[in-house]
């Protein structure tokens, strides 16, 4: 991850918010 | 060549593209044209990319003969309801995909030649009151339909013989979808952009809504017309159909900008503008890879290209009248241009 203007990045966003999403 | 040299000819030769005219379609019976579009059709083992042209009541087929000539070997009628747009389906040979109905979307169907007899075939996969429907790639749709109250939003696959067969369903948001975009470098994800500005990200797969983002702009119904994830970032390719012709930045036809998907975050990465001395505001239009192509309110056709972020080409009207249509071709070294007479010019783009 990375900070910038745009807050921490993640290369792996969809698996992650896939997982913390209501099903 | 010293190596700044060398830069200079490489970035002359990058931005000097040019459209050049390879032929014209007339449409000899045709009242106004609707839409133009490209699709692979295999016939006798041998498989061509042919053009489709949508009039009002019918949808044509125009195989290429040699030296630049269409000849039109398939007409569908739709005498029922109109025919609204054509509906790519970017993987998919020997079936036309169209939207029909009054003011917006009432029905899709797919279009196709029988094998058996080589009678021609509609085939009717949705009704309702459909706001948005794209094809995406494994031969599937994606639509938008029904109240923002009871809001469905719907994947159907589609089989070679015409037929829809698995239906899925995906989280709907609770704001209008109008327009959508597969998300290159993701398989499974979705955008859509919806009438009071968010970018909603779906997982295609299990239909979970991931993120609804706020695209930033006071100017409502932003269309996104490309999607892609790099570097953990999602960079869409946006239109403003409604913007304001006074903009202090030049009143750009597509937009670009990026969204961490983790903390809804965005920015402006660039602006896609016609050259200083041309004026007119955004009608409609196509990206598809590295190019966008938009009819302008002057009449013109306008191309960028977005890596570049220039523009490369401008195409004003001809002799016979303004352009009311422009399409890339399944690939994007095509461009097919269309007038309200029912002409169809195509261009090369090299």
Redesign the interface.
Known sequence: ?SES??????????E???TE??? | LTAEELAVVLSDSLRARSLQLASKLKNPSSSCAVDVSTVWWESAGFTELCIVTACETFISLWKPLASSQWRKVYTWHLTEIPVIQIVPLPDVSNLVCVALGDLEIGEIRLLLCSSEDGSLKQSLVKTGNIKAVLGLTNRRLVSSSGTLQDQQIEIISVSEAGRSNERQTLMPPEETILAFAEVEGIRDALVGTTAVNSLVVWNLKTGQILKKMHVGYSYPASICHRAYSDSGLLFVVLSHPHAKENESCGNPAFRMRVFNPKTARSTGVMFFSLPPGHSGRYLEGEVKGVSAAAVLTSGTIAVWDLFLGQCTALLPPNADGNWSLVRWSVTDSCLLAGQKDGSVYVYHYS
Request: with cysteine.
């Open positions: 991850c203007d745009l807050g921490p990045i993640s290369l792996n966003w969809f992650e918010l896939s999403a209501p099903p």
